[in-house]
């Protein structure tokens, strides 16, 4: 695990789809959505809000249909630490198990 924080207004870019909505669920809540777009033949490029994210990754076991896990808990600085506790059963209960 690791915890990252990209600075509120530093350029980030996503993919998307042909009408505009990023592909992957952790950019949606790092995107400024107050902010400014240009979206251009399937990415995006933004303004991050600066929240932080605490990233879980997972090596899966050979035979599985995919080979990492990403799980990302975001929130704002005053509630990470109350956000990353709530998410630790969660996190604790998962389990690979091999084909």
Do not use: C
């Given at each position: 695990m690791m915890d990252v924080k990209i600075l509120a207004g530093a350029s980030i870019c996503a993919a998307t789809d042909k009408s505009g909505n990023l592909l992957d669920?952790?950019?949606n809540?790092?995107?400024?959505?107050?902010?400014?777009?240009?979206?251009?033949?399937?990415?995006t490029t933004g303004v991050a809000t600066g929240e932080w994210m605490r990233l879980y990754l997972?090596?899966?076991?050979?035979?599985?249909s995919v080979r990492i896990l990403v799980i990302a808990v975001v929130a704002p600085e005053s509630s990470f630490a109350r956000a990353v506790e709530a998410a630790a059963p969660i996190i604790e209960s998962i389990e690979f198990r091999t084909p």
């Open positions: 669920t952790v950019f809540a790092i995107f400024d959505q107050d902010g400014s777009f240009l979206v251009d033949d399937g990415l997972f090596d899966i076991p050979e035979g599985s």
